[in-house]
């Protein structure tokens, strides 16, 4: 009698040390359950942004592909009208580009997305003129 209750407690003691291990794993379980649904959110959220920059990015690639053809088109009719523009000055250059746009019937909100472009790598322009610091390239160490 007294082995089989030692045997009993021993069996007792196992089924303690399993329903631990079992509550420590349905924790595990849980936490991995909440971070995959969170996961699941951030890349639902990342997939819908990439979504919106491609399509913005796709439209600016076709935009400027039809802003080629114009120009391909404007050049083949009159090869010297380019040639006259003063692109020493990025205005001036848009100033001429707007007129070929309006005088080739460019949808307006192509016109609109096209200026916005030319005017963004203006700025961009302008601010490689301000001085400061140079460039990291430009500089090379000396001393050996």
């Given amino acids: 009698k007294a082995k089989l ?23 595990n379980i849980a936490q991995a359950e909440s971070e995959l649904k969170n996961a699941t959110l951030i890349r639902k959220k990342e997939v819908a942004e990439f979504a919106a920059s491609e399509t913005e990015l796709m439209d600016a690639v076709d935009t400027l592909g039809r802003a080629l053809g114009v120009l391909e088109k404007e050049m083949a009719k009159n090869p010297a009208a380019l040639a006259q523009v003063d692109a020493s000055s990025t205005e001036g250059l848009l100033k001429a580009l707007g007129a070929i746009l309006d005088g080739a019937a460019f949808a307006a909100s192509d016109q609109k997305k096209l200026v916005a472009l030319l005017q963004a790598q203006q ?6 003129l301000q001085p400061g610091a140079p460039a990291a390239a430009v500089y090379k160490s000396h001393s050996g």
Avoid: Q, W
Wanted: aromatic content about 0%.
């Fill in 5 to 27: 209750e030692a045997k009993i407690g021993e069996l007792t003691s196992n089924i303690d040390v399993a329903s631990s291990a079992i509550d420590d794993l349905a924790a």
């Fill in 123 to 128: 700025g961009d322009a302008e601010d490689d």
